[in-house]
């Protein structure tokens, strides 16, 4: 069972930046693609970023998020990141780390495994 537990989440002022982390239990995460997903209030769960396994050299992002948020890994410290720049309130959500996809990157269900989630609010 791998464990996630996400940090970083906060208030900013539209325009602003935040950096989440998502932490693991084991090393093992260096083998699966990781992601991120989001939840508005009221609203389903969508996709938001996804890395590659290991090293991490493919990424895909959403439109929605596309030229604004970065993420990466670092495996050593089993660890990936959402950069989020220029933030906007339609960001705000409670954002979700997931790892061990199998099948479609970009579908909630086909993740194995998920962190506990972390608040973003964007205010204008």
């Known amino acids: 069972q791998v464990l996630l537990v996400e940090s970083g989440g906060g208030s900013v002022q539209a325009g602003g930046s935040l950096r989440l982390s998502c932490a693991a239990s084991e090393h093992k995460i260096w083998t699966y693609p990781m992601g991120w997903f989001r939840q508005a209030a009221g609203k389903e769960r969508e996709f938001v970023a996804v890395?590659?396994?290991?090293?991490?050299?493919?990424?895909f992002y959403a439109a929605s998020v596309q030229g604004r948020f970065t993420i990466s890994r670092d495996s050593a410290k089993e660890t990936v990141y959402l950069l989020m720049n220029g933030l906007k309130p339609e960001d705000t959500a409670v954002y979700y780390c997931?790892?061990?996809?199998?099948?479609?990157?970009?579908?909630?269900?086909?993740?194995?495994?998920w962190g506990q989630g972390t608040q973003v609010t964007v205010s204008s």
């Open positions: 890395i590659s396994a290991n090293s991490g050299t493919t990424t």
């Open positions: 997931a790892a061990d996809p199998d099948g479609n990157w970009d579908r909630a269900e086909d993740y194995a495994y």
